[in-house]
Each structure stands twice: as C-alpha cells, then as structure tokens.
C-alpha cells in the first residue's frame, strides 16, 4: 500500500466512537437506549418556540464567528451572578467564544494550548472524545485514574503523572461517567498542581446544573491563581436537554482567548445561528426552571437506583452529579468484559448501556462494570426494569 491510501499516523489508536455505536445498535435492535447521554423528552417550549421563530424569521446566516453577541452576553451575565466575584474580568466580547458544542470546545482549547511533544493528563475515567483530542494536537495522553468506588481524585496520584514535558490537564466536574462532584479540596488539589508545574486547565463543566442533595458546582477557574491558566468548557445540551443543537461554548484569559478562538475559525466557523438565537431564550428561564429540573433529575436518579438494586447490577456509588451511574454486572453470571456484555444486554435483553472499559485507558479498569445514562422519561426507565428483570430470570 501506498501512502496515499493510509490514513495519518495520529489515527492509529482511534476508533470511532462507541458510545454512539452503542446508540445504533440500540436503534437496530429496538432497544430501550440508556447507553448515549441524551434525554428523550423535550426541552422547554419557550426555547424550541424561540428556534422556530428564528428559522422562520432570523438569523439564519453565518453569526459572527464568536457566537451571536446576545448569546455570549447572556452565558457572561450567567456566570457572573452565579460566581461573583471570580468572574468579574469577563468581557462577553473578549472571553467567551461559542462552539459546535462541548466536544468542539476541548479539541479547540487542546489544539491551541498543546505542541507535538507535550503530554496532557487526562484524568479517568473520562468521556471518549478527551483521547482524540489530545492526537488532534499532536500531543500524548498521560492517563490519570480515579479509582472506584469512592472515585476520589488522589493528588498524589496526579503529582507523579507531572513529567516535565506536561503541559495541561483535562479535568470533568460533574463526572461522566461516575457522577461524582469533585470537593473544593480535590479542586485545590489540581490547582495548586497546575500553578506548581506551570499547566493549563482544560475543564469540561457541561453538567454544571444537575447536582443532587444541595451540593453545588465551583469551577475550577474560580480557584485563586487559575483563572487565567483555566479553559472552561460548558454548553447549553444537557441543561435545556438539547443535545441535538450543538450549542457549547469556551471561556479563557488570554492568550487561550485568541488561540481557542482562532482554532474555532478555521474549523466550524460559527454554530448554528438561529438555535444560538434560542439559546438566549433559554438562558432567561428563570430560577424556578434550573428547581424543577432538578427535582425531576432528583426522581430519575433514585429511580434508577432501585431499578439496579432490583436487577442484579451493583451500583459502584449513588450519583452526586451528572446523570450517570457505573455498575456491575456479576450477578447476571455473564463471563465476558464490558464491552461484549453491553453489546449481548442490548441485543438479547432489549438494554442498551455502555461497556466501562471505554472510558478508561488503564489497563485492567473499568472491564465488569458498565454505565447507565437515566436522562430518560420514568416510563422509558420503567420498560428498562421490565426488561432487566426478565433477562435477569433468564440468567438463573
């Protein structure tokens, strides 16, 4: 073979992705989808009407390439009320950059904070795009893992995997796919490593807003020293659950400002124009939206809890954040790893969940556990009870 038919070396190692595979073979198959991190209800009304009218109406042309200023003004005004003081240096014009959603975010901050030669830490488990990216910048991963089942980030852990080719750190609070909520401590932890070593963070926060029993998000740029070395990444998908509008967005000093921006430019242009138009809609729902939710996220979670409890699976923790619980399967007796079981669960069982060991590259984590997304209607995670507990009888 040529070397016109190969692909390029930073390929090698990657594959396309299994959480939405996962989601394909669920379609295939007809099987209740818990595998891909989406909800199946609507977002609010006020929001999809917002979008309708802009289709119909306007904007439908190429916003500015940062992001239609009502939109970035809306995210700055956003997080300057939910975190005065740390934010008061942010500039809607300057700080905030609107992407093709949270996967966009991290390749951009990536590829404009890491050189070929550096590595990137990535603390795991960890969402399946963190990996790409890292290749995307020509860097190499360094793999960090929090350990189950208290899934604690251990700084001493995070220290020794400092080398001095070390240039970020990827970090995700709330976590998919543990659901854990990382503590100021921890938070700390991971600043003071960063301002030791001289390290960007990378932080990908879309989960922000769904936090269970009180507790509340603090972003790591928040920290003292580690506003202008932090890339935070958020977006509109899970808060309004509309996942399919590709709405994410970026926030860094400079000069992560420019570069994130710049990497943004020449590779996606601008985001959906009309649906940021709904998302400054969406950002004026007021706070008894952000407590409903959460009280509906609140059923979902326990809800799914018992649904586990009941079907043989152990549940590694209760989530604390996010909508996503790793669990394992030895009670179904069932002898392969994760992957072939989550495959096996949703073909013959009509479940679809995703193997634990894609969201590791530790060797040896996360092979007889596998994650359960409950963004789901009750009625959607019902019939997966229904399901389970006739697999599980098949299995005795």
């Not at 854990?180 to 003071?192: C, I, M, S």
């Not at 507790?215 to 808060?239: C, D, F, N, Q, Y």
């Not at 979902?300 to 699976?313: A, N, V």
Request: contains cysteine.
């Amino acid at each position: 073979m040529t070397s016109r038919g190969r692909t390029a070396a930073k390929l090698e190692h990657l594959q396309e992705s299994w959480i939405r595979e996962m989601t394909r073979i669920a379609l295939d198959c007809g099987a209740v989808n818990l595998s891909q991190g989406y909800p199946d209800f609507d977002p609010p009304r006020e929001v999809r009407e917002a979008a309708a009218k802009a289709v119909l109406e306007g904007p439908n042309q190429y916003a500015v390439t940062w992001g239609l200023a009502e939109l970035r003004e809306a995210i700055t005004a956003n997080l300057k009320r939910r975190y005065a003081p740390h934010f008061d240096w942010l500039d809607a014009d300057l700080h905030i950059t609107i992407t093709c959603g949270v996967t966009e975010g991290i390749v951009a901050a990536l590829m404009a904070v890491a050189d070929p030669g550096d590595e990137v830490i990535i603390i795991e488990p960890a969402h399946e795009n963190y990996t790409p990216a890292v290749h995307f910048a020509g860097a190499t991963p360094v793999y960090m893992p929090l350990l189950p089942p208290d899934y604690a980030l251990d700084a001493e852990r995070l220290r020794a995997a400092v080398t001095p080719r070390s240039k970020a750190v990827i970090l995700n609070t709330p976590h998919n796919p543990s659901g854990r909520v990382l503590t100021r401590d921890e938070l700390q932890a991971v600043a003071d490593i960063c301002i030791e070593n001289d390290l960007v963070a990378v932080t990908d926060e879309i989960y922000d807003r769904i936090l269970y029993d009180g507790r509340e998000h603090i972003p790591l740029a928040t920290l003292p020293e580690m506003a202008g070395r932090t890339i935070t990444v958020g977006g509109l998908s899970k808060t309004f659950s509309i996942t399919g509008w590709r709405l994410g967005f970026f926030v860094a000093q400079e000069p992560w400002a420019t570069g994130t921006r710049t990497i943004h430019d020449f590779t996606t242009i601008c985001a959906p124009t009309p649906l940021q138009a709904a998302g400054v809609v969406a950002y004026s729902l007021g706070e008894d939206f952000y407590a409903r939710q959460l009280e509906d996220y609140h059923e979902r979670r326990d809800l799914m809890m018992e649904i586990l409890s009941q079907t043989g699976f152990t549940a590694v923790n209760t989530p604390e954040g996010a909508y996503y619980v790793m669990a394992g399967y030895e009670e179904w007796n069932y002898p392969g790893e994760s992957n072939d079981f989550a495959v096996w669960l949703a073909k013959e069982v009509g479940v679809a969940v995703v193997g634990g060991s894609h969201f590791y590259n530790t060797p040896g984590l996360g092979q007889r556990e596998v994650r359960f997304a409950f963004a789901k209607k009750l009625d959607t995670l019902e019939q997966a009870r229904d399901r389970l507990l006739k697999g599980l009888e098949t299995r005795r």
